[in-house]
């Protein structure tokens, strides 16, 4: 299996907004920190934004930070935002496919479990899964100090970064994935 570009880049999107949690962040930023095009970051931008994952605000102080708390966007609900609609393979899609197993093929029905097994484990994970106590994303991802804007309204400033910590891999229980 393998995501898109604009999977991938909605990912690293959300990751970006929420270890700048605390400010309205820039597609500019988000683009030269994650190694991406404005133009195609700017339709995966639009897409988080209908979907609710992110706020944008336009204008001069203008960009986007994320619509709900990161522990409340789960990475199997953005990968399905972006990836649900895209036909697995040929035989997926009822209009391309050619294939002339498609009747007796039970292969179709081996990747669909296959899928849904792995949306199944990352809805076991969050955004904020993702980023908290990460000190190596933390590092390549924030914003320094006066380059960010602060949310309006809310009159916070960028708070000091964590003391740095390696982020130690977390495994889902094992019951968690059991259906």
Same mark, same amino acid.
């Given at each position: ?36 095009? =404005?133009?195609? /970051? ?12 992110? =706020? ?86 924030? /914003? ?11 009159? =916070? ?23």
């Amino acid at each position: 299996m393998r995501l898109t570009i604009r999977t991938n880049l909605a990912m690293r999107c959300l990751m970006f907004c929420a270890v700048n949690n605390d400010r309205i962040v820039r597609k500019h930023d988000i683009a030269n920190l994650c190694n991406a095009s =404005e133009n195609h /970051l700017a339709q995966v931008v639009n897409t988080l934004a209908q979907q609710g994952f992110i =706020e944008t605000q336009r204008g001069r102080s203008g960009g986007m930070r994320l619509a709900r708390p990161m522990d409340q966007i789960g990475v199997g609900e953005v990968l399905r935002a972006f990836e649900a609609t895209l036909p697995f393979a040929e035989c997926f899609d009822p209009e391309a496919n050619t294939c002339p197993l498609s009747e007796a093929c039970l292969f179709r029905d081996a990747l669909s479990v296959a899928i849904e097994a792995f949306y199944r484990a990352m809805d076991d994970w969050t955004i904020g899964d993702l980023v908290r106590d990460n000190a190596a994303l933390d590092r390549l991802l924030a /914003l320094p100090g006066g380059r960010g804007l602060p949310i309006c309204g809310r009159g =916070e400033a960028r708070m000091p970064p964590p003391e740095p910590r390696v982020a130690e891999p977390r495994t889902p229980a094992p019951d968690a994935r059991v259906s």
